[in-house]
């Protein structure tokens, strides 16, 4: 299974509130899970990536959270900003240099 | 910077026309891919290329093929536009030696297919 399921679709939050997207993969040569950042008009972007030894990965107010047994991870942004307005995909990079991603969820920020 | 460049932004072809999608990168990565995005279903590859006329199918090739020639320029080639590839597609480049699953991707070619 290449599969990399993300929720939810859409998420609306408050100004300063936390936001939370969460996936799950069942394929274990995935050796390696990137989250992207896409604003209207552009292609998706790095934002953060976490290797599947590791728990947890911060990167200013971006976390990405991983639990290895369950085979699912999630992305947190603490103190939510209307900037953070975009489409985030949460990805796997599998042994065989493929990058499968999930479905996307559009976040929005209540300013 | 790494700078992948995707040669029409815009573009409208009527059912049946042969279509070419350009890329370029400048960053000498031996990787390259073509996804498609659609709302509600994310980015879904189609083909992907590791090396100057290799290239491997993607989980959606149906209906498209693709040429890479030079090592900076990969084409994806639509022999004959149906109006469900009406979509976004996205080029994106990386190097062989990254397995971080980072991805350098241009701004998207819009198509339509009337």
């Known amino acids: 299974q290449q599969q990399v399921k993300q929720s939810p679709q859409s998420l609306i939050v408050q100004k300063g509130g936390i936001s939370i997207i969460n996936c799950a993969y069942e394929n274990t040569a995935f050796d390696y899970f990137p989250w992207y950042q896409q604003f209207p008009g552009k292609g998706p972007a790095l934002l953060i990536a976490?290797?599947?030894?590791?728990s947890e990965k911060k990167e200013g107010r971006f976390t990405i959270s991983f639990n290895k047994s369950a085979k699912q991870f999630s992305l947190h942004i603490m103190d939510s900003q209307p900037g953070d307005s975009a489409t985030y995909f949460c990805a796997a990079h599998h042994r065989d240099d493929k990058i499968i991603f999930g479905k996307g969820t559009r976040l929005h920020i209540l300013p | 910077d790494v700078k992948v460049t995707q040669s029409s932004r815009y573009l409208v072809k009527r059912t049946g026309e042969k279509v070419f999608l350009e890329c370029v990168q400048d960053m000498d990565h031996e990787n390259m891919f073509w996804y498609r995005q659609d709302p509600g279903l994310g980015l879904r590859l189609i083909y992907f290329?590791?090396?100057?006329?290799?290239?491997e199918k993607g989980d959606i090739p149906e209906g498209y093929s693709v040429s890479r020639e030079k090592k900076e320029r990969f084409s994806l080639i639509l022999e004959s536009a149906s109006t469900n590839q009406t979509s976004m597609y996205l080029c994106?480049?990386?190097?062989?030696?990254?397995?971080?699953?980072?991805?350098?991707f241009g701004e998207g070619s819009r198509l339509t297919v009337l």
């Open positions: 290329s590791y090396d100057v006329k290799m290239k």
């Open positions: 976490i290797r599947p030894d590791v």
């Open positions: 994106a480049s990386k190097p062989t030696a990254s397995n971080t699953g980072e991805l350098f």
